[in-house]
């Protein structure tokens, strides 16, 4: 796919867009995961009108660089199984 932007082989370093869009990725699967758990709550009585309310108004947690270097590793292993197939 000639649209596809590569990682820098030689320092395995992405470019800012690239990490970028890692972050939003990131911070798409921590809000997926957040909402997953209070949906289980929810479901299970686990949380009180008030909780409720406190999360509701509760800012959206940032992504870490732990999220980013955690996604960037999946990249790189995902990279590397399609070397190998190659």
């Given at each position: ?12 370093r ?9 972050a ?17 709550a ?12 406190a999360?509701a ?11 980013i ?18």
């Amino acid at each position: 796919m000639a649209h596809v932007r590569r990682m820098d082989r030689q320092g395995g370093r992405m470019d800012a867009r690239d990490r970028l869009i890692v972050a939003l990725y990131a911070q798409l699967k921590a809000e997926r995961e957040t909402r997953e758990t209070l949906e289980w709550a929810i479901r299970n009585g686990a949380v009180s009108q008030e909780v409720l309310e406190a999360i509701a108004t509760d800012p959206v947690p940032v992504v870490t660089s732990e999220d980013i270097a955690s996604v960037e590793k999946i990249i790189a292993l995902d990279e590397g199984r399609k070397t190998n197939r190659n």
